[in-house]
């Protein structure tokens, strides 16, 4: 840290502290002996406080942990660095080519900086949306939801701009399991648009966004909401024939991409007409096989929302299996089977929510294995696994109990 970055930061710290003696009516002596310490080194000479003391200023001040940390942080960049001379436009535009070719930490980097330059609340809100495209490439779930909410915050900004961050705030929640919060949000652009029809290709995107986030959100909801199945595999088909359908136009009209997108819709879509009665569980798993037939190598795929597609039709697959199929020898081909490709296609991608769902769909697999046998199955694992597991479980709070238990239960392969 700059000499500038200690400064800034032990002053706000100091402020934390003057603030929590306001908040509690007490003295900064009164406040260091509830936390043990000399009154006169609460602050430290590095600017950089232990845990013990940010757990301490935030319990003080009634705020949350993180909200103590961002404190603390926020504005260094400000005061460090110098405003670049580049225009917004020219680097909302570097930020749209970092996207296309999966320069992620680039995107963020230049997203960061053309928030700095912006003049207006719809340039604030256009860097927040960059930022935020950023963070889910890296699979950073908590940080698109909370770029987006932050671009949601600015205003006047323009309704199309606006639509297009609930989307993606939606899809966020729906990443992280926050299936409420995402059906809300991408219902409310959904009726938006039945009011005010699209027209520009922005719209086009967020209305099919906001059709898919519903559709998968209530597809989720299959086993949250078992009692309710039908109900949800009804809603879930209307919603994701609707999206798929729009993605599709989308592909004609604006790029080629989103037809991969349109395919998820489709896998999504036999594994909930299964669940209607429209699909025999083997026979939509024999669709689901067959569809895999393009990525039988998937190195030779390119990368992007087509190679995506394919690991989710195995999610979906997977999903199929564990409610339908109840001869355990097949379950587990397909399962191995269904992983194992989803498993290649996420490491093609660093796609760390498909990685989420593999380690899930393994665990429960092995779990069901374990009842067959009656063996207590060891997992085998190496140090890539440990630190995918790992980043797995920072990126996504509902999958620490069950990397935990893969963690602790494993066998430690160690590479040659």
């Known amino acids: 840290m700059t000499e500038i970055g200690i400064k800034l930061r032990k002053s706000r710290l100091e402020q934390l502290l003057e603030l929590a003696q306001t908040y509690r009516g007490k003295t900064r002596r009164e406040l260091a002996q509830l936390l043990g310490r000399d009154p006169t080194k609460?602050?430290?000479?590095?600017?950089s406080p232990k845990i013990e003391l940010v757990m301490f200023i935030a319990e003080m001040l009634d705020w949350t942990v993180?909200?103590?940390?961002?404190?603390?942080?926020e504005g260094e960049e400000k005061v460090v660095k110098k405003h670049p001379r580049t225009s917004f436009e020219k680097l909302d535009e570097k930020s749209k080519q970092f996207h296309r070719s999966g320069e992620y930490k680039k995107m963020i980097e230049t997203s960061q900086t053309s928030l700095r330059v912006a003049k207006t609340s719809e340039e604030r809100a256009r860097s927040f949306n960059r930022l935020a495209g950023g963070y889910d490439g890296l699979g950073r779930f908590s940080k698109v939801l909370s770029s987006a909410q932050a671009g949601l915050r600015e205003h006047p900004i323009s309704t199309s701009l606006r639509l297009l961050l609930q989307t993606t705030a939606a899809n966020a929640h729906y990443t992280l399991w926050e299936l409420d919060e995402a059906q809300g949000m991408a219902q409310r652009v959904v009726d938006v648009y039945k009011e005010f029809a699209p027209k520009t290709n922005r719209d086009l995107v967020a209305q099919a966004h906001a059709w898919f986030v519903l559709g998968q959100s209530q597809r989720r909801m299959l086993d949250i909401d078992p009692e309710n199945a039908v109900c949800h595999a009804e809603s879930s088909r209307r919603s994701l024939s609707?999206?798929?359908d729009l993605y599709e136009s989308v592909a004609r009209?604006?790029?080629?991409?989103?037809?991969?997108?349109?395919?998820t819709c489709r896998g999504g879509l036999i594994e909930v007409d299964v669940i209607l009665g429209r699909h025999d569980a083997r026979e939509a798993l024999a669709r689901i096989v067959d569809g895999l037939t393009p990525v039988v190598d998937v190195n030779k795929i390119k990368k992007g929302d087509w190679l995506e597609s394919y690991g989710w039709w195995c999610i979906f697959g997977c999903n199929i299996v564990l409610r339908h199929i109840s001869?355990?020898?097949d379950l587990q081909r397909y399962m191995a089977l269904f992983t194992n490709k989803a498993d290649e296609i996420a490491d093609r991608l660093d796609h760390w929510a498909m990685r989420e769902r593999v380690f899930s769909m393994q665990f429960e697999g092995r779990n069901r294995l374990i009842g067959?046998?009656?063996q207590d199955i060891p997992v085998v694992i190496d140090r890539d696994d440990i630190r995918l597991i790992t980043g797995t479980m920072g990126r996504f709070p509902q999958f620490k109990e069950t990397g935990w238990s893969l963690l602790n239960t494993g066998n430690v392969v160690e590479e040659s």
């Open 66 to 73: 993180d909200e103590v940390a961002k404190w603390l942080c």
């Open 372 to 374: 067959w046998t009656g």
């Open 42 to 47: 609460l602050v430290p000479a590095s600017g």
């Open 327 to 329: 001869d355990e020898k």
């Open 253 to 263: 009209n604006v790029h080629d991409s989103f037809g991969g997108i349109a395919n």
């Open 242 to 244: 609707n999206a798929a």
